[in-house]
């Protein structure tokens, strides 16, 4: 295949066969899947299960997340030609890989969304797949959570953050961007001491044991350390990997509901993602993309390039070599 099937390749979210290989329909036209991937609601065969989760009414400053994992979508076409750098392998050509579409939900009834997610996901791991999340305001975590640990057991989180998100909340009923990941370890769903939020540039004292690489020490101590930070503290404990856009500084990634300054690079982001490969990743989410303030595109595009780099990740460990 080569850019001349650019001649008959259209609408490929609809239209592909095969789950596996690249695509090289036109970046501008078509059904925007994620990676061009064939959206399907059968997921017999299938190793990764891509959805999205569009909702943001758990947000504390300027919402619009909602919107964020049809922008994420738009964004991923630019990457569906070529292997991604860097990893030496295609992983969209070894893995079969599909776009579930996203989660129905009433958007009325927000206290339940958490349930909610929880089944969905769960419905993925059942089925036999891998899961990725697209969000979504950064509470939908929470549901994911909920339905890794279902299968797993308690994980280890990697999180990329400017937020902790460990405001203390011990009230069941409210749904809350800023407090799910305490809700997380009260519930027992991860265990702190094993995980750790990469990022961080906004004051919480209380850490819940969570072991904190802020983005000083990022910038202090380099994405190659920080890295190896990461494989000492998770080792091979089953983990979930959550990124909230707003890791990376507003001059990377203005589109996002609550931006703080003294960020994450683009390239910091992208050499501790790729020097994660070897942990045992069992899903992921990018979240906290907000389209009405991305103005360029310029977030979407990168959070699009997380989703690819969780595919990779989860893929690594996973390979048939030799």
Known sequence: ????????????????????????????????????????????????????????????????????????????????????????????????????????????????????????????????????????????????????????????????????????????????HGTFMYKAAKEGLIEPERSVQIGIRTDNPDTLGFNILDARQVHAEGPERIAERVHEIVGQHPCYLTFDIDALDPAYAPGTGTPVWGGLTSHQAAVILRRLAGIDLKGGDVVEVSPPFDTTGATAVAAAHVGMELLCLWGWTRRVTG
């Open 1 to 176: 295949m080569s850019l001349e099937d650019a001649k008959r390749q259209i609408d490929h979210a609809f239209t592909r066969e095969d789950l596996k290989g690249p695509s090289f329909e036109n970046v501008f036209a078509g059904a925007p899947s994620f990676l061009r991937r064939k959206y399907t609601k059968d997921l017999s065969g299938v190793d990764i299960a891509v959805t999205g989760l569009p909702f943001d009414q758990a947000v504390t400053n300027r919402p619009g997340t909602r919107l964020g994992p049809r922008a994420i979508r738009e964004a991923s076409l630019l990457q569906t030609m070529d292997m991604p750098y860097g990893w030496g392998f295609d992983v969209l050509s070894e893995f079969a890989i599909a776009d579930y579409g996203d989660m129905a939900f009433d958007y009325a009834m927000p206290s339940e969304v958490p349930a909610r997610i929880a089944e969905h996901v769960g419905g993925i791991l059942d089925a036999g797949a891998a899961c990725i999340v697209l969000g979504g305001d950064h509470s939908v975590t929470h549901g994911c959570l909920r339905a890794h640990a279902a299968k797993h057991g308690p994980l280890s989180v990697i999180q990329f953050d400017a937020h902790t998100d460990t405001w203390a909340d011990d009230d069941a009923a409210r749904v809350d």
